[in-house]
């Protein structure tokens, strides 16, 4: 490109063209170099560099195989066609040759396929060589079959199997230690070596123990190799074999032993199960003593051993007794969780073993007796009725509660020893259970049940308030069930009922007033405190013979004594929550029958608990419900009086009331508006809707809308919320008022499509300016807060 001689400056049109061609001259030139490139890129010569195709960045096809992959498919294909070949002679053409043919053409192929892995392994063609030595076993096998077709064809076929089993497994280890290159042949002979004594106990018909123990000592025998053989290749080869056998086959053995123990009707009967399951026990502590990693085989020990401890004993005890067995014999294996000198997998092993059993005795006697407390249920359909139900009707007997302590017992022990909370959490709960539980369960007297479960649920209380977070809380929902099932049962007597519920209230009122104990256990307390304040009010109306509806007044004292009460410190608010509820059932109360008179005056009376509450700078805000209050109490008395002018009630209240918002706003401009006028204006124009809107004359409905709107207008011009907005919300419900009847004959008298077509067009109308409404109505919604 031409370019202009220095410091002599080229026009901006000559300057333009210039560049709009140098940069024409660029686009050309990257067009042919981005070709060149990709046609580069195809050609299959190497790169400069010398690194290949890979160099210049484009991908290499990765191969769908490689080359020992593609290798062993073929040696396996090729493999299992000899054998399928091999199959198909022996069962099809086997029949038409001679002793002499058959014996020549098993002794040449077996022997071929055996020795042929030897000069291959010379050559390193060592898949090939895996190859045909498994067509070799299996030649073996086939030869043990047609030995026993030809010679020996009247022999048991179990026992024959068993025999066959054994020489194979011989022959197949021998020749493992002949060529050691081979991978297959080791493993094989351990499979193989399963089978012996199992098949050999069935041929004998020795039954389900003798099944059993040719089971259990296979396996010991697995295990041995497992520890016991020299070598690291051999011992890679049949660890993996020999372990899972013995795993299984010892599993079967404890099966079939528990089974056996199971059908037991006597100790005598019992015992040649017990012996398998001991043995079984023995062998799975040794694998554990000496193999770091057989922890599984520890457990399996130590819970076979505790089934034949108490599988001796089961058919002379009772069901839940024999559970008391089990559970004292587990405990020892929990103690070895402390124990010296035992490897650390045995001594694990045998403490979950006994974890496990004492965790399945408890739940055992934990679930019938929790749900034997259900029953109490039935005193709910008839109150201080004494229908308590007999010892019979609560199933479990004394044992589940013995269960339930030495369970507890235990875990209380293992908490100490592991500093976990879990352990400390079911110590907790099962002990609860079990002494909460045992009167019932012993059969006590009902006085003498109900005393004791108080000084449970007591106990309870106690440790939620002293113990830590998991155990402590634990104990907290402990005592929570027992005392609302406690109050349940206390129902069916009267003396019963205010004992019950006025210790509980007691209670929980001293256990919320103590500080060092845990803030929602304490809140907890307040509040089961205040309910069972209210119980026991609800139930002295009963007692006196009240209607329903005047249990409101008793209940109202509940509320008023925690308002004028002293103060609760940080339990305070719960409390003050549970008291407002109680209020608010005692509000409901008088709705059932309706009477005017009482529910004016429970209205009343809860407006004096509010206003008394409202004197403490933080419940303030209870003023406006002591208002409500007392102006829902003196309407429904006025209403019950037949009032039909409300006005000549509310405007005697109003004008003053205003004129002190008036005074209040001169003497202090940040007072709200609301507080100010809201009051004053609120009496006066609810009370006057409420009857415009049931008068049907015009006269009421058009002086309250034309003082609605002076109020109204009155607001917008001094810029003050409550008028604005009490004021335009009472007109625009007269106005409604006044139209409703003329809306209901022009919708009668339009179309039916037309209601939903207007529907549909608003929605777009507003859809389509969304954006627009919405800043409109944060705009009002500013105006309206910039308002006082």
């Known amino acids: 490109m031409a370019t202009p001689p220095p410091g002599i400056p080229l026009p901006p049109a000559h300057e333009l063209a210039l560049i709009d061609r140098e940069l024409a001259q660029l686009d050309v030139r990257r067009t042919y170099l981005l070709a060149r490139r990709d046609w580069l890129l195809r050609l299959p010569a190497p790169a400069p560099d010398g690194r290949g195709a890979r160099a210049t960045g484009s991908p290499a096809r990765p191969k769908e195989a490689s080359g020992p992959g593609a290798q062993n498919v073929l040696l396996t294909l090729g493999a299992v066609l000899l054998a399928v070949a091999a199959l198909a002679f022996t069962l099809v053409s086997w029949g038409s040759l001679g002793i002499a043919g058959r014996s020549a053409v098993l002794a040449v192929v077996t022997a071929a396929a055996l020795g042929a892995p030897a000069p291959l392994l010379r050559r390193g063609l060592r898949s090939t060589a895996e190859s045909v030595a498994a067509v070799g076993l299996l030649l073996t096998v086939l030869d043990a079959y047609a030995v026993y077709a030809v010679a020996t064809p009247d022999t048991g076929g179990t026992a024959y199997a068993a025999g066959a089993a054994a020489v194979l497994a011989a022959l197949w280890a021998g020749y493992a230690r002949t060529l050691p290159r081979l991978a297959l042949p080791l493993p094989a002979a351990v499979l193989t070596a399963q089978l012996p004594l199992p098949l050999a106990a069935v041929a004998a018909a020795a039954g389900p123990a003798g099944t059993g123990w040719a089971l259990l000592a296979t396996a010991a025998l697995d295990a041995a190799l497992v520890l016991l053989v020299p070598g690291v290749r051999a011992r890679a080869a049949v ?252 129902l069916d007597g009267r003396t019963a009922t205010f004992a019950v519920f006025g210790l509980l209230g007691a209670g929980c009122a001293a256990g919320a007033a103590l500080r060092p104990a845990p803030l929602p256990v304490r809140a907890g307390a307040a509040v089961l405190a205040v309910g069972y304040a209210a119980a026991v009010a609800a139930a002295l109306g009963a007692l006196w013979g009240l209607a329903v509806s005047w249990w409101a007044l008793p209940l109202l004292a509940i509320p008023a004594a925690v308002a004028a009460g002293p103060r609760l410190g940080r339990v305070r608010l719960p409390a003050e929550l549970a008291a407002g509820a109680v209020g608010a059932v005692a509000l409901l109360l008088v709705c059932r029958p309706w009477e005017p008179a009482r529910a004016a005056l429970v209205c009343a009376l809860a407006g004096v608990v509010c206003a008394g509450a409202a004197v403490r700078g933080e419940r303030r805000a209870l003023g406006w419900a002591a208002g409500a209050l007392f102006l829902a109490a003196a309407w429904i008395r006025l209403s019950a009086s037949g009032v039909q002018v409300p006005e000549a009630y509310t405007l005697p209240v109003t004008v003053p009331a205003l004129a002190v918002g008036f005074v209040r706003r001169r003497r202090d401009a940040g007072a709200s508006s609301w507080t100010a006028y809201g009051p004053g204006l609120g009496a006066t124009l609810l009370p006057s809707l409420l009857a415009a809107w049931g008068d049907p004359h015009w006269l009421r409905p058009l002086l309250l809308g034309l003082a609605a709107l002076a109020v109204t207008l009155l607001g917008a011009h001094r810029r003050l919320q409550a008028p604005l907005l009490l004021g335009g919300a009472t007109l625009a419900a007269v106005a409604l008022h006044e139209l409703a009847p003329y809306v209901v004959q022009v919708a009668d008298a339009l179309p039916r499509w037309l209601p939903p077509a207007l529907a549909g067009l608003l929605l777009l109308v507003v859809g389509a300016t969304y954006e627009k409404r919405l800043r409109d109505a944060r705009r009002l919604r500013d105006a309206l807060g910039r308002l006082r």
């Open 239 to 490: 660890s993996g074999p020999a372990a899972v056998s013995a795993a299984v086959l010892a599993a079967a053995a404890l099966l079939t032993g528990l089974a056996e123990l199971a059908r037991a009707g006597s100790a005598g009967a019992a015992a040649g199960p017990a012996l398998l399951l001991a043995a079984g026990a023995a062998l799975g502590v040794a694998v554990a003593w000496r193999e770091p990693s057989a922890m599984a085989a520890s457990v399996a020990g130590g819970l076979a051993g505790v089934a034949a401890l108490g599988g001796t004993l089961r058919p002379a005890l009772a069901p839940d007794w024999a559970v008391v067995v089990f559970l004292l014999l587990a405990l020892p294996l929990l103690a070895a969780v402390r124990a010296s000198g035992i490897p650390a997998a045995a001594r694990r092993g045998l403490a979950l073993a006994g974890a496990g059993v004492a965790a399945l005795a408890a739940l055992s006697a934990l679930l019938p007796a929790v749900a034997s407390l259900g029953l109490r249920v039935r005193v709910l359909g008839e109150v201080w009725a004494a229908t308590t139900p007999a010892r019979e009707a609560y199933g479990p007997g004394p044992a589940a509660t013995v269960t339930l302590l030495v369970a507890a017992g235990a875990a209380g022990w293992v908490a100490r020893v592991l500093p976990r909370p879990e352990p400390g959490v079911l110590a907790v709960v099962l002990g609860w259970a079990g002494l909460f539980t045992a009167p019932l369960l012993y059969g006590l007297p009902v006085a003498a049940v109900l005393a004791a479960q108080l000084a449970v649920t007591a106990a309870a209380g106690v440790c939620a308030l002293r113990l830590g977070r998991g155990p402590g809380y634990a104990a907290a929902v402990c005592a929570l069930v027992g005392a609302l099932n406690l109050s349940v049962a206390a």
